[in-house]
């Protein structure tokens, strides 16, 4: 299938005229350049206008919400310790200022690679001595988008840590396997075949920079791992369960695939 | 989920050349069943990645060749390979084995041991596509 007609099926959609000028825009709002022969691209770019301005709104991107609960979450005292985020780490503007873009990150207590929301809960147990957030609770996903937003516009940070090579290359052989009862692998949809449709939906190279994200679908936020879930189902596989060794690996070899390019979070897709 | 897939062994069938000529049951296909398999996000995912002549469906993919007209590009014992297990004829297609059940992995719990299709449904699928003719 060459670039040719892969455009041409994409118009078939029927948007493209107007798609294809808020791409442009699109992208280099999150500052993506093709100018420089890269040829990855944010799921934004493949999303709708009315998606793509509803992201680029502050006022209307429903993460923002998110973001709101999440700063009131950083300066509530809480645990044992009595200590806020804020007691500790003070202003969020300054003090986590590209944090996540680093994320997932090596940690020394584990010895491997942990996501964002496993940082934050390490915080909460071993400095507010606070039971952990549940994954995908409302308190931890706004937290981390908090942080997140932290980084918006920054650059992917992820993938030149030694000492995560061999969790990295761990991750990008799940990438390429091919698992459930449909036998596909990730990269037979995002490397082989994005800006293609499945049924409704156009396939996205399956960059996680935008994370947690307010998915349409869903009606609110969630965290990548719930995305992935989400496409392991779809291909009929047994999903990886949430902060399984497997996920954290399939994350951090998807960030360290968009390394350099722009942090979006909250985004919101489809 | 409706209709039980029963997680027996596959049944045996031979391949000729491109072809399964011979079908998988003695019943013959039901044209009409067939094509409520195909066009069922559920049962079939074939309109995932084809199109085909089914206005009424809206959201068809664009991964895969149009199936309008494969009844006269094709035998009906070629259509059964593409759909039993169309990776044998090009290991690098996209396109499920509709029933195979060796050599996956991770499948989920409620898929194990069953082939995505029925024998049966197999047979009405290949009698709804034979009528696809241009």
């Not at chain 1, 300066?75 to 200590?83: C, L, M, P, Q, S």
């Not at chain 1, 290359?169 to 449909?182: S, V, Y």
């Not at chain 2, 149009?66 to 996209?94: C, H, K, Y």
């Not at chain 2, 996956?104 to 069953?114: F, N, S, Y």
């Given at each position: 299938m060459s670039a040719g007609s892969r455009r041409l099926s994409f118009l078939g959609v029927g948007v493209a005229p107007v798609l294809i000028v808020s791409a442009l825009v699109g992208s280099a709002a999150v500052g993506l350049a093709d100018a420089d022969g890269d040829s990855r691209r944010s799921g934004f770019d493949f999303m709708g206008p009315q998606t793509q301005a509803m992201q680029g709104d502050d006022t209307s991107n429903p993460g923002m919400l998110a973001v709101l609960e999440g700063e009131d979450i950083w300066?509530?005292?809480?645990?044992?310790?009595?200590?806020s985020c804020a007691d500790c780490h003070g202003d969020a503007a300054r003090s986590m200022h590209g944090v996540a873009a680093h994320y997932p990150a090596f940690d020394t207590g584990t010895g491997g690679p942990i996501n964002l929301d496993?940082?934050?809960?390490?915080?909460?147990?071993?400095?507010?001595?606070?039971?952990?957030?549940?994954?995908?609770?409302?308190?931890?996903?706004?937290?981390?988008?908090?942080?997140?937003?932290?980084?918006?516009?920054?650059?992917?940070?992820?993938?030149?840590?030694?000492?995560?090579?061999?969790?990295?290359?761990?991750?990008?052989?799940?990438?390429?396997?091919?698992?459930?009862?449909?036998?596909?692998?990730?990269?037979?949809?995002?490397?082989?075949?994005?800006?293609?449709?499945?049924?409704?939906?156009?396939?996205?190279?399956?960059?996680?920079?935008?994370?947690?994200?307010y998915r349409l679908e869903w009606q609110s936020m969630g965290s990548l791992q719930r995305r992935l879930r989400n496409c392991m189902a779809g291909v009929r596989a047994e999903p990886y369960s949430y902060g399984s060794p497997e996920f954290v690996e399939l994350e951090l070899y998807l960030m360290s695939r968009s390394r350099g390019m722009a942090v979006e979070t909250p985004a919101v897709r489809p | 989920m409706i209709g039980v897939v029963l997680a027996l062994a596959?049944?045996?069938?031979?391949?000729?050349?491109?072809?399964?000529?011979?079908?998988?049951?003695?019943?013959?296909?039901?044209?009409?069943?067939?094509?409520?398999?195909?066009?069922?996000?559920?049962?079939?995912?074939?309109?995932?990645?084809?199109?085909?002549?089914?206005?009424?469906?809206?959201?068809?993919?664009?991964?895969?060749?149009?199936?309008?007209?494969?009844?006269?590009?094709?035998?009906?014992?070629?259509?059964?390979?593409?759909?039993?297990?169309?990776?044998?004829?090009?290991?690098?297609?996209?396109?499920?084995?509709?029933?195979?059940?060796?050599?996956?992995?991770?499948?989920?719990?409620?898929?194990?041991?069953?082939?995505?299709?029925?024998?049966?449904?197999?047979?009405?699928?290949?009698?709804?596509?034979?009528?696809?003719?241009?």
């Open positions: 300066n509530r005292k809480a645990g044992a310790a009595d200590k496993q940082r934050i809960n390490t915080c909460r147990e071993k400095n507010q001595e606070a039971e952990p957030f549940p994954w995908e609770s409302a308190e931890i996903l706004a937290l981390s988008a908090y942080v997140g937003l932290q980084s918006r516009g920054m650059p992917v940070q992820v993938g030149d840590d030694a000492r995560l090579a061999g969790a990295i290359k761990a991750g990008d052989e799940a990438f390429h396997r091919k698992q459930g009862q449909l036998d596909f692998s990730c990269a037979d949809c995002h490397d082989a075949n994005w800006d293609r449709k499945l049924g409704g939906s156009v396939i996205p190279q399956g960059h996680a920079t935008g994370y947690p994200i | 596959l049944l045996p069938y031979t391949v000729v050349g491109d072809a399964v000529p011979a079908p998988l049951v003695e019943a013959p296909g039901d044209p009409a069943r067939g094509r409520a398999v195909v066009t069922s996000r559920q049962r079939g995912l074939c309109l995932l990645c084809h199109t085909g002549p089914f206005p009424e469906e809206r959201f068809q993919g664009d991964l895969a060749p149009s199936l309008a007209g494969v009844g006269s590009r094709l035998s009906e014992g070629q259509i059964r390979l593409r759909l039993i297990d169309s990776r044998r004829l090009d290991p690098g297609s996209i396109m499920p084995s509709y029933y195979r059940t060796d050599g996956l992995e991770r499948v989920g719990a409620a898929w194990r041991d069953k082939p995505v299709l029925s024998a049966e449904e197999i047979e009405d699928v290949v009698a709804f596509l034979a009528t696809l003719r241009d």
